[in-house]
Every structure is written in structure tokens, then in C-alpha cells.
């Protein structure tokens, strides 16, 4: 979409230190933020999502690695109950992470 219009308003200092912590902690910039906000649309904050998504990195590139000797012939069909768990263990905290 393009943006077309500019709108410019005034503010004090400490409303504007609130958007801007609030845009921060959100992690979107200022203009989404406050569109995001005036259009009454939901802002989600996932705390945690960081630490789940190195997580997922992680067990992506060991799952690229298998995959890979799969493919070179150096191994054939591996078991995977500990990635089995580890993604259960990750879409657990996933949820939990939702419910907030």
C-alpha cells in the first residue's frame, strides 16, 4: 500500500516518550504503531518469542543437516523422537506464550 497523505500533530514530551516506549516494546515504528492503534487493530507483544524462535533456528539447521547426509547416502532414515519432543516442548511454551 502506498502512502499518499501526511498528517503532523503536536504532543508533550511525555506522550510522546509513552508512544514511543510503547512503539518500541511492540516493536514497530512510530507511524505503525500509532495507525496500528488509531484503526483499532490488535497489537500483540510475545515476550519470549526470541528465545523460541533461536530455538526453532536451531533444530532447523540440525534438521538440514540430517536431511543432507540423508541425500550424500551417509546415513538412512534416522529416528527423530528427541526432535519429536523438542518440538512438542517448543509449541508447548508456543501456546503458552498465545494464552497471554
Known sequence: MTKSRMFCFRLSESDYLNIKRKADRAKLNMTAYITTAALDKPITIVEGADKVIAELKGIGKNLNQLTTLCNMGK???PELP????QFGAI????????ER
Do not use: A, D, H
Open 75 to 77: 546415513i538412512r532414515c
Open 82 to 85: 528427541g526432535v519429536k519432543e
Open 91 to 98: 509449541f508447548e511454551v508456543i501456546l503458552t506464550l498465545n
